[in-house]
C-alpha cells in the first residue's frame, strides 16, 4: 500500500440485522486529501462511515488505517488511532452548554485544538460559550459538532452530511473551514448530498449505488461530467 494511502476500504460488506447494506465497498482516502461519499440516499454512505468507525455490529472486508487493519477493532481503539466520526444528528448533549459539549469527548491523541484554536475556527462558539445545546441553531450545533472533535487529536475526519438543512451563509463557513483544516494537514471524508458544495472542497469523488462503489471522479473532471453526475444523484 502507497505511503501517501492514509486509508483504504477493500470488500467492505455490512449488515444491519438481515439487511445486507453494503456490498464490497472499495476506495481510499490519500493523506491530506478531502475526499467525498455521493450518491442517493439509502445507497450505503452513511453506514460506510460507521462502519469505518465500528460503530455496525457485523461488518466483513479490509480496512485500513495507516497500514493498521481496523476491521475488527471496537470504536474506542479506532478513535485512538486517530479517527473521528461527525454523525448527520450532530449529537450535542442539549443539558450541557458549548464549553461542556466541547470538553466532554478526551483527547486520545496529541495534536488536538485548543480551545482557542476551535474559535479561531468558528467565533460565533466562542460567543455562546455559557449556551445550552438546545439554545443553539443549526448551524452553531454543526460547528460544535465539528469543533469537538477537532480536540481529540484525530487526524482522519469523517463528517456526514455538514451542511444539511444550513443557511447558505453557515455553508460557506463550513466549507471555509474544511479547505482550512485540509490545509492543517487533516484528511477528511466527508458525506454530502450538495455536490455544488463538495466540489468547492473536495480532491475527488466517489460515487455510491446499493452499497457498492461504482465509479470515481477527480474534482477537475467534475464539470465535464455534470450529466453523468445528475443521473447517479437524481437531480
Given at each position: 500500500?502507497?505511503?501517501?494511502?492514509?486509508?483504504?476500504?477493500?470488500?467492505?460488506?455490512?449488515?444491519?440485522?438481515?439487511?445486507?447494506?453494503?456490498?464490497?465497498a472499495?476506495?481510499e482516502?490519500r493523506?491530506?486529501?478531502?475526499?467525498?461519499?455521493l450518491?442517493?440516499?439509502?445507497?450505503?454512505?452513511t453506514?460506510?462511515?460507521?462502519?469505518?468507525?465500528g460503530?455496525?455490529?457485523?461488518?466483513?472486508?479490509?480496512i485500513?488505517?495507516d497500514?493498521?487493519?481496523?476491521?475488527?477493532?471496537?470504536?474506542?481503539r479506532?478513535?485512538?488511532?486517530?479517527v473521528?466520526?461527525?454523525?448527520?444528528?450532530?449529537?450535542?448533549?442539549?443539558?450541557?452548554d458549548?464549553?461542556?459539549?466541547?470538553?466532554?469527548?478526551?483527547?486520545?491523541?496529541?495534536?488536538?485544538?485548543?480551545?482557542?484554536?476551535?474559535?479561531?475556527?468558528?467565533?460565533n462558539?466562542k460567543e455562546?460559550?455559557?449556551s445550552?445545546?438546545?439554545?443553539?441553531?443549526?448551524?452553531?450545533?454543526?460547528?460544535?459538532?465539528i469543533?469537538?472533535?477537532?480536540?481529540?487529536?484525530?487526524?482522519?475526519?469523517?463528517?456526514d452530511?455538514?451542511t444539511?438543512?444550513?443557511a447558505?451563509?453557515?455553508?460557506?463557513q463550513?466549507?471555509?473551514?474544511?479547505?482550512?483544516?485540509?490545509?492543517?494537514?487533516f484528511?477528511?471524508?466527508?458525506?454530502?448530498?450538495?455536490?455544488?458544495?463538495a466540489?468547492?472542497?473536495a480532491?475527488?469523488h466517489?460515487?455510491?449505488?446499493?452499497?457498492?462503489?461504482?465509479?470515481?471522479?477527480?474534482?477537475?473532471?467534475?464539470?465535464?461530467?455534470l450529466?453523468?453526475v445528475?443521473?447517479?444523484?437524481?437531480?
Amino acid at each position: 500500500m502507497p505511503e501517501t494511502t492514509l486509508l483504504s476500504v477493500a470488500d467492505l460488506n455490512a449488515w444491519y440485522g438481515e439487511s445486507h447494506i453494503l456490498h464490497g465497498a472499495q476506495f481510499e482516502v490519500r493523506r491530506g486529501e478531502v475526499v467525498t461519499l455521493l450518491g442517493r440516499n439509502g445507497v450505503g454512505k452513511t453506514t460506510t462511515l460507521k462502519a469505518i468507525m465500528g460503530m455496525v455490529a457485523r461488518r466483513e472486508g479490509s480496512i485500513r488505517f495507516d497500514g493498521t487493519q481496523i476491521i475488527e477493532l471496537p470504536s474506542d481503539r479506532i478513535a485512538r488511532l486517530g479517527v473521528a466520526f461527525c454523525p448527520e444528528e450532530r449529537g450535542i448533549f442539549a443539558s450541557l452548554d458549548v464549553r461542556e459539549n466541547l470538553l466532554l469527548p478526551p483527547a486520545v491523541r496529541a495534536g488536538g485544538l485548543s480551545l482557542a484554536q476551535v474559535f479561531g475556527l468558528f467565533p460565533n462558539l466562542k460567543e455562546r460559550l455559557a449556551s445550552q445545546g438546545t439554545k443553539l441553531s443549526g448551524g452553531e450545533q454543526q460547528m460544535l459538532a465539528i469543533g469537538r472533535i477537532l480536540r481529540t487529536g484525530a487526524r482522519l475526519l469523517l463528517l456526514d452530511e455538514p451542511t444539511e438543512g444550513l443557511a447558505p451563509v453557515i455553508v460557506q463557513q463550513i466549507g471555509r473551514t474544511i479547505s482550512r483544516l485540509k490545509a492543517e494537514g487533516f484528511t477528511i471524508l466527508l458525506v454530502e448530498q450538495n455536490f455544488r458544495f463538495a466540489s468547492r472542497v473536495a480532491d475527488r469523488h466517489y460515487v455510491m449505488e446499493s452499497g457498492r462503489v461504482v465509479d470515481m471522479i477527480p474534482n477537475s473532471e467534475l464539470e465535464s461530467n455534470l450529466e453523468k453526475v445528475h443521473e447517479y444523484l437524481g437531480v
